[in-house]
C-alpha cells in the first residue's frame, strides 16, 4: 500500500512537471506555443469562454458547466479505477495469507511470494497496476483544467454569486466546502478500509486540510471547481460504491 501511495504521488508529481506548472502565471491565449498549451490548456480555456458567453458572461455557471463535462468524459476511467480498487480489496485476505506463509526475508523466498502474488493476481484477472492507468490519463486533462481557469484573464475580471473569480473568497466558505466535500468523497472512496490501512485512513485527514491551505490562497474560480468536481465524484462513488458504504456503516453501527 505504502508503495501504491508513493507511486501515485509521483505520478502526479510528474505529471504536473511535464504538463508545465511554470507557465501558471502566463495568459492562455491562441498564440501560446507549445503541445500542453495548443492541444490542452487553451481548448479548455476557449470552452469555458464559450459557455460562458452562451449565459452572458457568466463564468461561474460556465466552471460548474465545464467541470460537469469534463468529469462525465472521464467517467469510464474513473469507473475502471473504482472497480480495480474494489478486485484489489476483496484480495487482500488472501495476500495476507501469502505473506504470512512467506514471511522470511531472503531472496528465495522473497522471490516465491512474489510469485505467488502474481499467480493470484492472474487468477482473478486483476492487474495491480491497472488502477494507475485511469490515473495517468486523467491528471493531463484536470491540471489542464486548472491551468485553463488559472490562465483565462477573462475568468478574473467576472464575480459569480459573493465573491469575485478572480479573488479568494472574502468569506473563506468555498475553502471551507472544498475541505468538507474532500473529506465526504474520500471516506466514501475508503468506506470499510481505513483500519486495514492506516496510511489511507491518514490521507483521509490530510487531504482535507490541504484542500482547505490551498483554497484559501488561490482565486475562487478554482475552489468553485474543486468543490463542483467533489460534488460530482461523491454522487459517482455513491451509485458505484454504494453497497460496500452501506456495509461498512452498518458494521460501524453494531460495533
Given at each position: ?42 481548448p ?65 523466498t ?22 494507475c ?6 491528471m493531463?486533462?484536470?491540471i ?23 479573488d ?6 468555498l ?35 490541504m ?25 459517482q ?19
Amino acid at each position: 500500500m505504502k508503495r501504491r501511495i508513493w507511486l501515485a504521488f509521483l505520478l502526479v508529481a510528474l505529471l504536473a512537471f511535464v504538463s508545465g506548472c511554470s507557465q501558471i502565471n502566463e495568459p492562455i491565449t491562441p498564440e501560446s506555443k507549445g503541445f500542453w498549451n495548443q492541444y490542452i490548456v487553451y481548448p479548455l480555456s476557449w470552452l469555458i469562454t464559450y459557455v460562458a458567453n452562451l449565459f452572458n458572461d457568466n463564468y461561474g455557471l460556465s466552471i460548474i458547466i465545464v467541470t460537469v463535462l469534463i468529469r462525465l468524459v472521464i467517467l469510464p476511467l474513473m469507473i475502471q479505477q473504482t472497480k480495480n480498487s474494489k478486485a484489489m480489496q476483496a484480495l487482500q485476505p488472501e495476500l495476507q495469507k501469502l505473506r504470512e506463509k512467506y514471511s522470511s526475508k531472503d531472496m528465495q523466498t522473497q522471490q516465491k511470494l512474489q510469485q505467488e502474488t502474481m499467480l493470484l493476481f492472474q487468477k482473478h484477472g486483476v492487474n495491480p497496476l491497472a488502477g494507475c492507468f485511469p490515473l495517468l490519463i486523467q491528471m493531463p486533462i484536470l491540471i489542464g483544467f486548472y491551468h485553463a481557469i488559472m490562465r483565462t484573464k477573462e475568468i478574473a475580471n467576472h464575480n459569480f454569486l459573493w465573491f469575485d473569480l478572480g479573488d479568494k473568497d472574502p468569506y473563506y466558505i468555498l475553502p471551507l466546502i472544498a475541505g468538507v466535500t474532500t473529506f465526504i468523497q474520500q471516506k466514501m472512496i475508503m468506506a470499510g478500509t481505513e483500519q486495514q490501512n492506516p496510511q489511507m485512513a491518514m490521507m483521509l485527514w490530510m487531504m482535507p486540510v490541504m484542500i482547505v491551505i490551498f483554497a484559501i490562497n488561490f482565486p475562487a474560480a478554482l475552489s468553485l471547481y474543486w468543490v463542483v468536481g467533489n460534488i460530482f465524484m461523491i454522487i459517482q462513488t455513491y451509485f458505484i460504491k454504494g453497497p460496500d458504504i452501506k456495509t461498512a456503516n452498518s458494521g460501524g453501527a453494531k460495533k
